[in-house]
């Protein structure tokens, strides 16, 4: 839920961003990437939590002969190493570069 409510839509941006357009009302995507910035810590302990988990279910799905469902939780993994290590500091570094274009 605090991904999609303040991690992930300040991404949308990107494409826009990407293409040097910066619009004032673009600032609304502050509070969020603020919001992201000192929830962060939270998130990442509670990804730590999950990716822990994760890791008991693909043993003992690899212990129960279940693949399909070891493979599902090691991609679960990667999508939050990716969430860790891409999108949030993303979402961060757009409100950093946002603020200083905006002057905010």
Do not use: C, W
């Not at 673009?26 to 910035?37: G, I, K, W």
């Amino acid at each position: 839920m605090k991904e999609e409510a303040y991690a992930l839509p300040p991404l949308g941006l990107l494409v826009l961003l990407a293409k040097g357009e910066v619009r004032p009302e673009m600032a609304e995507v502050l509070a969020m990437t603020d919001q992201l910035r000192s929830e962060l810590p939270n998130m990442l302990a509670e990804h730590a939590r999950i990716v822990e988990a994760l890791g008991r279910l693909a043993d003992a799905a690899e212990r129960e002969g279940n693949r399909q469902v070891a493979q599902f939780a090691e991609k679960l993994k990667l999508h939050a190493q990716t969430e860790e290590q891409v999108l949030y500091p993303a979402a961060i570094v757009l409100g950093d570069y946002l603020r200083l274009k905006l002057n905010k």
